[in-house]
């Protein structure tokens, strides 16, 4: 089967959003070989909301408790996983993800956690989305929710198996409690204003996972309802909108995909991520896990670290 495929398009869901896939760089974090990953970093102004999208791997690896702030952070562990992850953070949310499960944090106005895998002789791979929330949840608590793996909607196209993580797609919809998206969507010193910053009724945040089966090509329509939509091929080779994606020896590949009807082709055995999030299309300085409105909000956050009033684990 070749992966050529065709491409279509269609109006984008507002005047800025661009029209044509792009493809988005990508890059490795500094971390040790037993901790890798490789993932979308520092392109607030191309990935709005997101500040990172990355694939990791973990294998006898203890990255030591780190705070945040400012943003929501979602876990996902891959069902191939070999081990579970206990997670914690200061406050005391202490879960255990398994293999297919989702951990959603809710940084809020701070904290300090860690996610260590149950047996490091094991791996654990997955995807990590950091969401923008900088001014938004200046006094809430910190939060920490689970998906579990048996919640999610699973459902075949063809040579594809797709699992619905988090959020919605077309009819389907996982239930959780839409805390990180529909909860307290305006800061305490913030009213909505028409036209101006978003509605609690905005989508949720949305992972959508497709597995290939067998080389297959199917036709996707990406909506068009204001959410921007990243694709980042997280293993094998597809083809995605006329542009090819492969990810190999840890590394991966991504694309910025605008509203519309796109051809996706791929081989058996590859998998692609579609992350999908409302824009908040505000001014974001994201440092050292603290996203802030600007470098006065950045020092404050530093500052409540520094002095523990985010805990400490």
């Known amino acids: 089967m070749s992966l050529r495929t065709r491409v279509k398009k269609r109006p984008a869901a507002h005047a800025d959003a661009p029209v044509i896939p792009r493809v988005l760089p990508v890059s ?57 992850m206990r997670c914690r953070n200061a406050q005391g949310g202490d879960d255990t993800l398994q293999p297919g499960d989702l951990l959603w944090l809710e940084a809020n106005c701070g904290t300090v956690h860690d996610d260590v895998p149950e047996d490091l002789c094991k791996t654990v791979r997955g995807v990590r989305l950091v969401v923008n929330r900088a001014g938004r949840h200046a006094h809430g608590a910190p939060d920490q929710t689970v998906v579990r793996a048996a ?86 080779e597809a083809a995605l909108a006329g542009h090819a994606l492969r990810a190999d020896g840890g590394d991966v590949e991504a694309m910025l995909l605008p509203p519309g009807e796109w051809q996706m082709a791929g081989r058996a055995g590859a998998r692609l991520l579609l992350v999908g999030g409302t824009p908040l299309d505000e001014p974001v300085v994201f440092r050292g896990n603290f996203a802030a409105r600007d470098e006065g909000d950045l020092i404050n956050l530093m500052r409540r670290y520094q002095q523990g009033s985010m805990g400490t684990l």
């Not at 990935?47 to 990791?56: A, E, Q």
């Open 151 to 236: 919640a999610m909607p699973q459902w075949q196209a063809g040579g594809l198996d797709l699992t619905l993580v988090c959020g919605e797609w077309g009819e389907r919809q996982v239930d959780r409690a839409d805390r990180a998206d529909r909860a307290d969507c305006v800061s305490s010193d913030e009213t909505p204003q028409s036209g101006g910053g978003h509605s609690c009724e905005e989508k949720p945040t949305t992972l959508l996972r497709l597995d290939w089966r067998d080389d297959d090509v199917r036709t996707f329509t990406i909506p068009c309802d204001g959410r921007r939509w990243i694709a980042l091929i997280a293993q094998g």
């Open 28 to 84: 490795r974090p500094g971390r040790c070989a037993a901790a890798a990953g490789a993932g979308v970093f520092d392109q607030t102004a191309e990935t709005d909301p997101f500040l990172s999208v990355d694939v990791f791997r973990r294998h006898g690896a203890c990255i030591p408790p780190h705070p945040h702030a400012g943003c929501a952070v979602a876990t996902y562990l891959f069902p191939e996983s070999t081990t579970s």
